[in-house]
T-cell receptor
Framework: GAVVSQHPSWVICKSGTSVKIECRSL??????MFWYRQFPKQSLMLMAT?????????EQGVEKDKFLINHASLTLSTLTVTSAHPEDSSFYIC???????????FGPGTRLLVL | DQQVKQNSPSLSVQEGRISILNCDYT??????FLWYKKYPAEGPTFLIS?????DKNEDGRFTVFLNKSAKHLSLHIVPSQPGDSAVYFC????????FGTGTSLTVIP
């Protein structure tokens, strides 16, 4: 089955630094990738949708200059949290779709802790 | 390899009847299981969860059953309503999250 990986799985950083999270589709071409953030009570918030080769579409309330998304190839998307602050500490999950339907393959998530 | 599988990509149910969505997993170390509901163009929202120490959890019309010996999870919706039409993802967690690929439920009025 389709596999999506995320790297790193855990990251601890100091306030003010930038953190890059990678999302890779290992055995299929992901025309669309989604980035989510998990808030308390287990709800996932869609942050942005990215299509390969084009700019990401950000959901309302998500700062695009703070959460930089790059989808440069059909197998890789990156989320960079710039100038991270403690309130950015969260669980970030990506998912990938090959298009043509609702099937999404989720990555295992990245836990970010900003000190 | 997929550690959490939803083998039925779609399901259609008549309004008022029971909807049963199934999920299988491979890792016996998972200790918490969740169901999410997703409408088009929105992120998944949490629906119901169950700890591995339980075999049933009920919340209104939604009941989740866990069969650890079979490594099987199911979500029952009774009675089904047209507003329940959405994609349902199951997820399992230990140190990381593992999601199924989703089942698209259509409730026919």
């Amino acid at each position: 089955g389709a596999v999506v990986s995320q790297h790193p799985s855990w990251v601890i950083c100091k306030s003010g630094t930038s953190v890059k999270i990678e999302c890779r589709s290992l055995d299929f071409q992901a025309t669309t990738m989604f980035w989510y953030r998990q808030f308390p009570k287990q709800s996932l918030m869609l942050m942005a949708t990215s299509n390969e080769g084009s700019k990401a579409t950000y959901e309302q309330g998500v700062e695009k200059d703070k959460f930089l998304i790059n989808h440069a190839s059909l197998t890789l998307s990156t989320l960079t949290v710039t100038s991270a602050h403690p309130e950015d500490s969260s669980f970030y999950i990506c998912s990938a779709s090959s298009g043509g339907g609702e099937t999404q393959y989720f990555g295992p998530g990245t836990r970010l802790l900003v000190l | 390899d997929q550690q959490v599988k939803q083998n039925s990509p779609s399901l259609s149910v008549q309004e008022g009847r029971i909807s049963i969505l199934n999920c299988d997993y491979t890792n016996s170390m998972f200790d918490y299981f969740l169901w999410y509901k997703k409408y088009p163009a929105e992120g998944p929202t949490f629906l119901i969860s169950i700890s591995s120490i339980k075999d049933k959890n009920e919340d209104g019309r939604f009941t989740v059953f866990l069969n650890k010996s079979a490594k099987h999870l199911s979500l029952h919706i009774v009675p089904s309503q047209p507003g329940d039409s959405a994609v349902y993802f199951c997820a399992a967690t230990g140190n990381q999250f593992y999601f199924g690929t989703g089942t698209s439920l259509t409730v026919i009025p």
